[in-house]
T-cell receptor, first 117, second 113 residues
Framework: GAVVSQHPSRVICKSGTSVKIECRSL??????MFWYRQFPKQSLMLMAT?????????EQGVEKDKFLINHASLTLSTLTVTSAHPEDSSFYIC?????????????FGPGTRLLVL | AQSVAQPEDQVNVAEGNPLTVKCTYS??????LFWYVQYPNRGLQFLLK??????LVKGSYGFEAEFNKSQTSFHLKKPSALVSDSALYFC???????????FGAGTRLTVKP
């Protein structure tokens, strides 16, 4: 299947700093990428849909100024957690959709574990 | 609105026995159904999907799933479980024409030697 990479895999930062997470589709182009957040022992929560060349669409309750998304190209989307606080500590997973015509499959990155001290 | 239910938090089976992980869905239109597996501290790995066609879908690592429209179910199955199959399994649904995917709560599968 298609490969999606994320970088970094793990990051520890101080409260108040910003953290950028990169998501890349390695062997396909993705006009749409997704950012999820997963709390321990819970399912994935969709945060936002990232569209290449346009603004991201955020789910209700997700602060767009807090979680900045930039879909710079057909193979790269970035999530920046601004002024991070301990409650932002979580596992962040990106996903990229491959294919077209309504039969697309979403492939997921390996995730980024963020710990804010 | 679309939703997915995985009624079992945990499934335990002995190695070599068949396994079933249950999933039911709710959509107003035609469903696209997916199964993913997640190992500790990793992202989700795609196992299989149902879009259209045969109700029995075969996927990676010997897994298969059967789409049952009348029961709105898409249970994941494997004839003979391996210890290495132990992981967290997520069922997901996306409705035709809808952009986002909804995930079930996940089922933790434990295969004991």
């Amino acid at each position: 299947g298609a490969v999606v990479s994320q970088h970094p895999s793990r990051v520890i930062c101080k409260s108040g700093t910003s953290v950028k997470i990169e998501c890349r589709s390695l062997d396909f182009q993705a006009t749409t990428m997704f950012w999820y957040r997963q709390f321990p022992k819970q399912s994935l929560m969709l945060m936002a849909t990232s569209n290449e060349g346009s603004k991201a669409t955020y789910e209700q309750g997700v602060e767009k100024d807090k979680f900045l998304i930039n879909h710079a190209s057909l193979t790269l989307s970035t999530l920046t957690v601004t002024s991070a606080h301990p409650e932002d500590s979580s596992f962040y997973i990106c996903s990229a959709r491959e294919g077209a015509g309504g039969q697309e499959t979403q492939y997921f990155g390996p995730g980024t574990r963020l710990l804010v001290l | 609105a679309q939703s997915v239910a995985q009624p079992e938090d945990q499934v335990n089976v002995a190695e070599g026995n068949p396994l079933t992980v249950k999933c039911t869905y709710s959509v107003s239109g035609n469903p696209y159904l997916f199964w993913y597996v997640q190992y500790p501290n990793r992202g989700l790995q795609f196992l299989l999907k149902y879009i259209t066609g045969d109700n029995l879908v075969k996927g990676s690592y010997g897994f298969e799933a059967e789409f049952n429209k009348s029961q709105t179910s898409f249970h994941l199955k494997k004839p003979s479980a391996l210890v290495s199959d132990s992981a967290l399994y997520f069922c997901a649904v996306r409705e035709l024409g809808n952009n986002d995917m909804r995930f079930g709560a996940g089922t933790r599968l434990t295969v004991k030697p």
